[in-house]
């Protein structure tokens, strides 16, 4: 039974820059959650999304934005990056919605 | 006052005792539960989840949750070096904004 996986691992840019990052969300799953976890701190909230749209959203700016493929593999798409966007980025999936969500390994941007 | 409240640690246990981990939260229309093990690097793992007011037991880890007084708490018997790690606590809201809310975490290192 696969799980969820990231991609990349890691990831280095530099400010101002673009970066899309990927999640693939486990089997039987469709439903895909982004997070956003400084060093120290828990989990913050980004975005969810089902059946390709966006469901709920975090108290994050427009330059975080996303999208669902109708594998219900997920994308996540940061622009024009800020020293402070350095984190290490979650992706949970789970099914119809649910809050029993399950997280892939988790990309680390370190931004420049 | 915070919606999910973790005492931060470090809890430090012998090996064999019973940790004692616990969470409060503000909302009294909270609906679900969960405890998440992080270890230093890696992403959130689901370890326990809760619904309703009482005990739930999986194996040495159990989940009590206390709506009353709204709190809810992990213990894990027979503590061994292996379970050190940053355990996370998430409250799932209900409501027209249904969200998931989590605590910073409490850090629990077992010594040998």
């Known amino acids: 039974d696969a799980g969820v996986t990231q991609s990349p691992t890691h990831l280095i840019k530099t400010r101002g820059q673009q970066v899309t990052l990927r999640c693939s969300p486990k089997s039987g799953h469709d439903t895909v959650s982004w997070y956003q976890q400084a060093l120290g701190q828990g989990p913050q909230f980004i975005f969810q999304?089902?059946?390709?749209?966006?469901?709920q959203r975090g108290n994050f700016p427009d330059r975080f934005s996303g999208h669902q493929f109708p594998n219900y593999s997920s994308e996540l798409n940061v622009n024009a990056l800020l020293l402070g966007d350095s984190a290490l980025y979650l992706c949970?999936?789970?099914?119809?919605?649910?809050?029993?969500?399950?997280f892939g390994p988790g990309t680390r941007l370190t931004v420049t | 006052q915070k919606e999910v409240e973790q005492n931060s640690g470090p809890l430090s246990v012998p090996e064999g005792a019973i940790a004692s981990l616990n969470c409060t939260y503000s909302?009294?229309?909270?609906?679900?539960f969960f405890w998440y093990r992080q270890y230093s690097g890696k992403s959130p793992e689901l370890i326990m989840f809760?619904?309703s007011n009482g005990d739930k037991e999986d194996g040495r880890f159990t989940a009590q949750l206390n709506k009353a007084s709204q709190y809810v708490s992990l213990l894990i018997r027979d503590s061994q070096p292996s379970d050190s790690a940053t355990y996370l606590c998430a409250v799932e809201y209900a409501g027209n904004n249904r969200k998931l809310i989590w605590g910073l975490g409490t850090s629990l290192a077992v010594n040998p």
């Open positions: 809760i619904y």
């Open positions: 999304y089902y059946e390709e749209e966006e469901r």
């Open positions: 909302d009294r229309g909270s609906q679900s």
């Open positions: 949970a999936s789970s099914f119809r919605g649910d809050y029993e969500q399950y």
